[in-house]
């Protein structure tokens, strides 16, 4: 049985990283020729590591499901990146940073991690500069900054309302180079279908090329997961229809404890959902928070145009609750408490489902010029899918499901619990507890993958100096193949009735009633019970056209959804267990009289890390306790 060992280095806080950095293993440059490394994912983590290892001499295989690395959800990033650079002299630092993440997490993320996230986070914004990435300026040329959700700072550097999708330009530029230069190796089109491991360690994956419906063998002697979030375990999110955690699952299920897995981040702007036809929901930046002021009427049931409800009938409820940070509180707590107003029957809009997010007085203030140049692509995104100008009445928006605190867990190399394997970006637990500020994913991905991982996968590599190249023809790989091939032979040949999209859209609903913003022990318990009885049915009565040795996306579709299923117990598992409410997870029975989350430190100051119990059998937790020397634990309040 693995154990949790999170190798924490000694010595103060703020020169653990630095001190650690300088006592790790280094491989020669004539070594690294030697040594094989596969990045599965392309997003900023992925992509980064890819190129950052590539360049450093080792030999990189990087995969990714889609036609281009440029297509990773990192694209659909909006609002902004964060950085303790305190170019605005507010008073910003390192520890400030680091401290509003943890506060942000609710004191659920371990210390050692988040202070090294932000102390990167301006080696991150250098870099992103010298790549090109073209963050806004002021008027003299300099850098500028606005603010997010949870913080009273503006350290937030943005790229107008298209943040990732410019971060990821720049990232693919020196993915681009690196691949010209030969030291690393792009398989587009290519899914993980398993992990193999060989002597207890990683040292390849089984692949289907999605194009011809071959099955390949991939060995290295490491292996580094950056495959994102599973937030569409709820079906309908703000994540890319094809975001998954079927790689991560994978690995789990090989022996890589899963961590806090019921931490999902709830979006507190998103566009309503509009039509029961919807695959997707789409994001309206956290930014706009900047400007925008939130707001329901003060009647129940209102059907006014909004534009002629006077300010005297208008509750901004934010602004009203948390005077101190208004409507920049984090994204917990501004979710819930527009599910509250909408739960109360004060919510707008046909299904009463959405409050209004109103520019009317950023635009009076600043004119109408002003607010275009900060969110004018994120506006007619806004128009284009709902036909409502948002420059002249408000936004209609909703929560939705976003991104995944829990995943693989990691100890501070970022390795799991197989030797071998590392787990990246959002694709691990590490940094944000159990809820993420805005601004923080681009960040801590993109460290992990340029400036983290690069000194702790070679300390491990040194090692593996003298081990030849992994053979493919080893029994491990052919039986690791004979498996992903029997499994999706068995999804073929159920040929019932309902595709896998129509399964997953059931298991989302469940999830979202149950699972979601709002949980008790008795949704959860029923969630369990429902989920179980839809698994069995879609191992009954799933149908999937088609065949395995050809394009087929309904064939990749009923793998993620038979996946999502076995995660969906874990995180029902999970936030029983967990009786708590701290950040995003909020359990209905441990709530402060005025509705606020009410943590339980003396029973659950811990990382559950959950270790597969084999098919049929409970899952085991383990417990990572967190210890806090410098964060000052106490009452999250942002009133």
Same mark, same amino acid.
């Given at each position: ?23 790790? #293993? ?43 690395? +440029? ?102 530029? $020196?993915? !681009? ?11 587009? +089109? ?6 193999? =491991? ?9 692949? %289907?090329? *999605? ?13 580094? =997961? ?36 019921? /931490? ?17 929901? &789409?994001?309206? !930046? ?17 059907? %006014?145009?909004?534009? &002629? ?40 809009? #046909? ?20 607010? @275009? ?13 709902? $036909? ?28 799991? &619990? ?23 994913? /681009? ?9 983290? *991982? ?14 030849? +190249?992994?053979? &493919? ?8 193949? #004979?498996?992903?091939?029997? %499994? ?18 059931? =298991? ?21 019970? /429902?989920?179980?009885?839809? #698994? ?5 009565? =799933? ?46 029975? !441990? ?34 306790? /967190?210890?806090?020397?410098?964060? @000052? ?7």
């Amino acid at each position: 049985m693995a154990q949790l060992n999170s190798k924490i280095p000694a010595g103060p806080l703020a020169e653990k990283w630095t001190k650690y950095k300088d006592s790790l #293993k280094l491989v020669n440059p004539a070594n690294k020729k030697k040594l094989d490394i596969i990045v599965v994912g392309t997003g900023l983590s992925g992509a980064s590591a890819a190129s950052a290892l590539g360049e450093l001499g080792f030999n990189v295989k990087v995969f990714c499901f889609q036609d281009t690395p +440029r297509r990773a959800h990192s694209v659909a990033a909006q609002g902004g990146i964060n950085a303790a650079k305190n170019y605005q002299n507010d008073g910003d630092s390192v520890y400030r940073l680091f401290y509003d993440m943890i506060k942000g997490g609710d004191f659920r993320a371990r210390e050692a991690n988040v202070y090294r996230a932000a102390e990167v986070s301006n080696q991150v914004i250098d870099h992103y500069t010298a790549l090109g990435v073209p963050f806004a300026r002021d008027y003299g040329g300099t850098l500028i900054n606005r603010s997010f959700g949870g913080v009273q700072v503006s350290r937030t550097f943005y790229a107008k309302g298209q943040t990732g999708q410019q971060c990821l330009i720049g990232v693919y530029s $020196s993915l !681009s180079r690196q691949i010209n230069l030969g030291t690393v190796k792009m398989f587009p +089109r290519r899914e993980m279908l398993d992990l193999v =491991l060989v002597g207890g360690k990683a040292r390849g994956i089984i692949t %289907r090329n *999605l194009l011809a419906g071959d099955l390949e063998r991939h060995s290295a002697h490491a292996v580094v =997961l950056a495959t994102g979030g599973y937030g569409t375990i709820y079906y309908l999110s703000t994540l890319a229809v094809g975001s998954n955690a079927s790689a991560a699952w994978k690995a789990h299920r090989k022996g890589a404890f899963f961590a806090n897995p019921s /931490l999902v981040q709830i979006h507190p702007t998103s566009v309503p959902q509009l039509n029961e036809f919807q695959s997707k929901l &789409t994001l309206m !930046s956290e930014s706009l928070r900047n400007e925008g002021r939130i707001w329901v009427p003060k009647e129940k049931a209102d059907k %006014r145009h909004p534009n &002629t409800i006077p300010e005297e009938e208008r509750d901004y409820y934010l602004e009203r609750r948390y005077p101190t940070y208004g409507n920049l509180v984090p994204r917990d707590v501004g979710s819930r408490a527009a599910k509250e107003r909408c739960d109360a029957g004060y919510g707008v809009g #046909k299904t009463g489902l959405a409050v209004y997010m109103d520019f009317r007085d950023a635009i009076k203030k600043q004119g109408k010029s002003a607010i @275009e140049s900060k969110y004018g692509n994120l506006f007619k995104m806004y128009q284009t899918i709902t $036909s409502i100008n948002p420059y002249e009445e408000p936004m209609q928006i909703y929560p939705a499901g976003h991104y995944t605190m829990g995943g693989l867990w990691v100890d501070y190399n970022l390795m799991t &619990t197989i030797p071998g394997l590392y787990a990246i970006g959002e694709a691990n637990f590490s940094d944000h507890g159990a809820n993420r500020l805005g601004a923080s994913s /681009l960040m801590q991905c993109t460290g992990d993958g340029y400036f983290i *991982l690069p000194y702790t996968i070679t300390d491990y590599l040194a090692d593996e100096i003298k081990t030849p +190249r992994i053979s &493919t023809d080893l029994k491990e790989f052919e039986e690791a193949e #004979k498996n992903a091939k029997a %499994r999706l032979e068995k999804l073929i040949s159920i040929n019932g009735t309902q595709t896998a999209s129509t399964f997953h859209k059931r =298991l989302g609903k469940i999830m979202w009633d149950y699972c979601g913003m709002v949980r008790n022990e008795a949704g959860l318990k029923k969630a369990a019970g /429902l989920v179980s009885e839809l #698994k069995q049915e879609f191992w009954s009565d =799933l149908k999937v056209p088609g065949r395995m040795d050809d394009i087929n996306q309904d064939l990749e579709k009923a793998g993620r959804v038979a996946d999502f299923f076995e995660l969906a117990d874990l995180m029902i598992t999970d936030a029983l267990n967990r009786t708590e409410s701290c950040g995003a997870h909020f359990r209905e029975e !441990s709530q402060t009289p005025d509705g606020e989350a009410q943590r339980d430190d003396s029973r659950f100051s811990y990382v559950a890390a959950w270790e597969f119990g084999g098919d049929g059998n409970p899952h085991v937790l383990h417990k990572e306790p /967190l210890e806090f020397k410098e964060a @000052e634990v106490k009452v999250r309040s942002y009133k």
